[in-house]
């Protein structure tokens, strides 16, 4: 079991495969939006559905941070952290990870088309876009 957890929307395809992704490759513990306990859901904001979540025992971490700390924990984190460790001495980097992750949310119907992974929510085939 985890010291973490990424929280997701499970309707969503184009999120489900990146779940699955950063799945396969750590060992968080993967929570859909409605799979949610109520204490898991109190730790998180108001509007949590409008974006991925990664909650940790002191920290809640959300929308573009969440990502970019589920990417520092997989298997290819160590390579990763030098990289992030200098743009975040960058005034503009985590408005510019912010605005990446807006952009592929407010997209991620036309990315699904590319990838994507049959939601949990919505399991009835298995006629997954997977890597």
Known sequence: ???ATLVYDDHCGFCTWWAALIANRTDLDLVGFSELSDRLRDRL???YERCAHLVTDDTVYSCGAAIEEALLRTDS???LGPVVAF???F???ERLR???YRWAA???DTLGAI???TPPAERDSDDDRSE
């Open 77 to 79: 984190g160590a390579e």
């Open 115 to 117: 990838v994507s992974k």
């Open 45 to 47: 904001p108001a509007s």
């Open 98 to 100: 912010e605005r990446a």
């Open 91 to 93: 005034e503009d980097y």
């Open 1 to 3: 079991m985890s010291d």
């Open 87 to 89: 743009l975040r001495q």
């Open 106 to 108: 407010d997209n991620r």
